[in-house]
C-alpha cells in the first residue's frame, strides 16, 4: 500500500498563485509515475499535469505555461505551483502515485485538497 497525504490548498484571487505538496509513503515501486488531476463540482476527475520521471512532464493544455509539476525522488514528493489561476481552476486537487510493476499499474490517490480562486 501507498499513502499520499496532500497539502497546501486554499482560498486565492485570481491571478494569484499556489503550491501544492504530496508526500508519499510506503510500498512505493522504483518505476512510478506522480501527478495532480482536478475535479470540479458536477464534472469528471481531469488530468492537471504528471511527471513520468525527474523531468519529463505532461501538462493538461488548460494549464500549460501557469502550472509546473516537479518532485524530490529523496523525499518522494510531488509539487504543483500554480501561478495565474483563474476562477476556473477551482476544484479538488488529487494527488496520484501509478506504481508501474511488471504484471499492471497499480494506481492510489489522495485525499484531496480544494482549491478555490475567487475574488
Known amino acids: 500500500q501507498v499513502q499520499l497525504v496532500e497539502s497546501g490548498g486554499g482560498l486565492v484571487q485570481p491571478g494569484g498563485s499556489l503550491r501544492l505538496s504530496c508526500a508519499a509513503s510506503?510500498?512505493?515501486?522504483?518505476?512510478?509515475?506522480m501527478g495532480w488531476y482536478r475535479q470540479a463540482p458536477g464534472k469528471e476527475r481531469e488530468l492537471v499535469a504528471v511527471?513520468?520521471?525527474?523531468?519529463?512532464?505532461n501538462y493538461a493544455d488548460s494549464v500549460k505555461g501557469r502550472f509546473t509539476i516537479s518532485r524530490d525522488n529523496a523525499k518522494n514528493t510531488v509539487y504543483l505551483q500554480m501561478n495565474s489561476l483563474k476562477p476556473e481552476d477551482t476544484a479538488v486537487y488529487y494527488c496520484?502515485?501509478?506504481?508501474?510493476?511488471?504484471?499492471?499499474?497499480?494506481?492510489?490517490w489522495g485525499q484531496g485538497t480544494q482549491v478555490t480562486v475567487s475574488s
Open positions: 496520484n502515485l501509478d506504481n508501474k510493476r511488471p504484471f499492471g499499474i497499480e494506481r492510489y
Open positions: 511527471i513520468i520521471s525527474g523531468s519529463i512532464a
Open positions: 510506503g510500498s512505493i515501486f522504483m518505476f512510478n509515475t
